[in-house]
């Protein structure tokens, strides 16, 4: 069998999800020359970009760049972002089957891990997803209240992720100014209290996630000083010797160094520590956290943390978990519970034909922005060679009006990539007004006011 589609009836796919994974999916699909393509990028969401808007540290706007190339592709004509529609209420599987001859799902890793301790579920008690999505202005998480009267809090986890909140926790209000940082975030973090952060690693030093630069510039804060205890760092010279990885290396350079400074006195500090667990959240009584008892664990011959018996308690009121991500079952998509993931293989989602998947609900919760690339990839040469070959059933009503229509009778509000400009032009020219780089619009309903059509 040989492919049907023409520059009349163009091989017709779905991006569920417009997150780097989704857009890189975009990108490959028109990047190829071999068969005519038309791309409809959704998203739940008026705004598109993912974890890029979302995600990312606020303070990090030199990674955000990579939305220079997202909006190219987002321009081309070939290609429609569809936003403020939610697979599963506005659009179904079985919607896809009708009007696209493929569907990559590129949804990311919604959720997060738990810690399974006692008081998890107190007041104070949350996971970072929840606080980045906090002061990076998502619409689900932006009205929320954070508890910033506390003096100390417990970050669980030594991924760049916890590095991230921690360092937003310890940075002064100008320091913050130069970032995108909600305005909700930056109005609360100035009457924050916080005075101690603590980073909790259950393993050593040499086992942490963490990148070198990011550890790095906990030494260069205006008012906090990173605080490291040599013995939970301590490295024998034959571990040091049979280290490979070169940022494991920096990274026990930099705490070494951390280790050895003389302390500055100054209003905030960092505890950086290592093999230790928490055990339980302390409930005040009227719950709230009131601390956070952890235990000190020992290495065993195979490298996993094992507990010793010896506890202390953290004088902490908010605990943030940072222990990990897990994706999400979509209706009427096959998933791996156990793994998080939609199960595939090379990206070809196994028991339905016609659909893909790219990024963390593809492989799960690893690597940087620029891996989900050659991921993302990888699933589209399936795709093309699926569609190449005949494989792929031509939907029946593979057009942009009859999808269109579809949401109109359905009351969608889509959110086109031409309002998106108009709302990012209004963000950056706010911005400018108060010397930063954008005011985020945080609201959906605000959202949906500024638009093409409205600017």
Known sequence: MTHAYTQDRPLRVAVIGSGPSGVFAAEALIKQTDLPVQVDVFDRLPTPYGLVRYGVAPDHLKIKSVVSGFEKTLNDPRVRFLGHVEFGRDLTAEDLQQHYDATVYAVGASSDRRL????????GSLSATEFVAWYNGHPDAAARDMLLHASGVAVIGVGN??????????????????????????????????SDVYILGRRGAAQAKFTTKELREF????????????????????????ITDNTVKKNLEVLRDFAAREREGKERRLHIRFLVSPTEILDDGQGNVAGLKIERNRLDESGNAVGTG???????????????????????????????????????VTGLTGAYTAGWIKRGPSGVIGTNRQDAVESVRALLEDAASGALPLAPHASTDAVDALLRARGVDVYTFEDWQALDAHERAQGQATG??????VHREHMLRHRKTLA
């Open 436 to 441: 930063r780089p954008r005011v985020k619009v």
């Open 219 to 242: 030494g260069e804060l205006h008012v906090s000083e990173p605080i490291v205890k040599p013995e939970e760092i301590a490295v024998s010279d034959e571990e040091l010797a049979g």
């Open 310 to 348: 010896e506890t202390e308690v953290l004088p902490v009121q908010m605990v943030l978990r940072s222990v990990g991500y897990k994706g999400v079952a979509l209706p009427g998509v096959p998933f791996d519970e156990r793994r998080g993931v939609i199960p595939n293989e090379g990206g070809r």
């Open 161 to 194: 992720v916890a590095l991230d909140v921690s360092r937003i926790l310890s940075k002064t209000v100008e320091e913050l100014h130069e970032s995108d940082i909600a305005p909700h975030a930056l109005d609360a973090l100035q009457r924050s209290h916080v």
């Open 116 to 123: 399974g301790i006692p008081g998890e579920d107190l007041r």
